[in-house]
């Protein structure tokens, strides 16, 4: 039992925090399995052309790559990752657009964003929250650097699948979706929560318009 539960916290480390050359397969595996859920994300961020966006927390960068097919030549992409390995991951693999200026990467974190206020049309974080330890400050940098027309899209698998992984069990802070959305409200933002499919097990989108003003 002491090694399987060693062998889980390592995947949950890597999961959270990917380093090293099992870091990269951990990235490469992640652009695999969520390559759907990924798009289903930009897909509702729905940034169009020449649109500035950000995806924070990339991981094995599926999302980047998405992200500048969707603004397409005139528009701009940020990658926000606390791990070096996938910083520099996404810098080999994305040099190109790198260089042309089109994308643009930082060492952050979602507590702290490396925006101006109001500065970006989109952002989308995708299985990134159970990583995240005050979820108020979080969602609170989001709806500050999202301008008030853009959007802000979180993507979460369903907690109750999630809680049946044996992995999860150190450190993942499965919270219900109606606590993330209860965040985004309390941030100023309005709320739409969709699902990727009909499957009763298929993950969430929360899709957030900053500095919501409801009519009284």
Not at 179 to 190: F, P, R, Y
Request: net charge positive.
């Amino acid at each position: 039992m002491a090694v399987r539960d060693a062998l889980m916290a390592g995947i949950a480390k890597q999961l959270g925090h990917p380093s090293g050359a099992r870091g990269r397969l951990v990235g490469a595996a992640l652009n695999r399995g969520n390559r759907g859920f990924v798009n289903a994300a930009v897909q509702a961020l729905d940034a169009g052309a020449a649109g500035e966006v950000a995806d924070i927390g990339f991981g094995g960068g599926v999302g980047l790559k998405l992200l500048l097919d969707n603004v397409g030549p005139s528009g701009r992409v940020h990658g926000v990752e606390v791990s070096d390995t996938m910083l520099s991951n996404a810098a080999r693999r994305f040099r190109r657009s790198v260089n042309a200026g089109r994308l643009t990467l930082h060492a952050g974190s979602l507590t702290r964003l490396p925006f101006a206020d109001h500065s970006l049309n989109g952002a989308l974080t995708v299985n990134t929250i159970y990583f995240v330890a005050d979820l108020d400050r979080a969602i609170s940098e989001l709806a500050r650097v999202v301008a008030p027309s853009g959007r802000i899209v979180i993507g979460v698998a369903d907690p109750a699948v999630m809680a049946r992984m044996p992995f999860t069990g150190h450190g993942f802070q499965l919270r219900p979706v109606s606590v993330v959305i209860s965040a985004l409200g309390e941030a100023g933002c309005e709320v739409e929560h969709r699902r990727v499919s009909d499957d009763e097990k298929a993950p969430h989108l929360l899709i957030g318009t900053p500095n919501y003003s409801p009519v009284i």
